[in-house]
């Protein structure tokens, strides 16, 4: 099962503000689980996302384009 992180641990791992997770989920980017009114992300989505912020990737994608290869990734 994977681990779920709050968006505060979510937003410190990726070094981005929460706002910023909260505006991705509003414009469709990045999809948390829902807990209740809670947003969670799932470790496979803050590892790929980090790894991009990290500049892991050979090319530079779009956050829509990271989200997107998230998609496989729910339950």
Do not use: C
Request: no cysteine; net charge positive; charged share 35%.
């Amino acid at each position: 099962m994977s681990r779920l992180y709050r968006i505060g641990d979510a937003a410190r791992i990726l070094g981005v503000s929460v706002q910023t997770l909260r505006r991705w989920d509003k414009e469709g980017k990045l999809k948390p689980v829902r807990i209740g009114k809670e947003r969670r992300y799932r470790d496979a989505q803050i590892e790929f996302l980090r790894r991009a912020v990290a500049g892991s990737f050979s090319q530079v994608y779009e956050v829509r384009d990271i989200a997107s290869g998230l998609k496989g990734n729910r339950r």
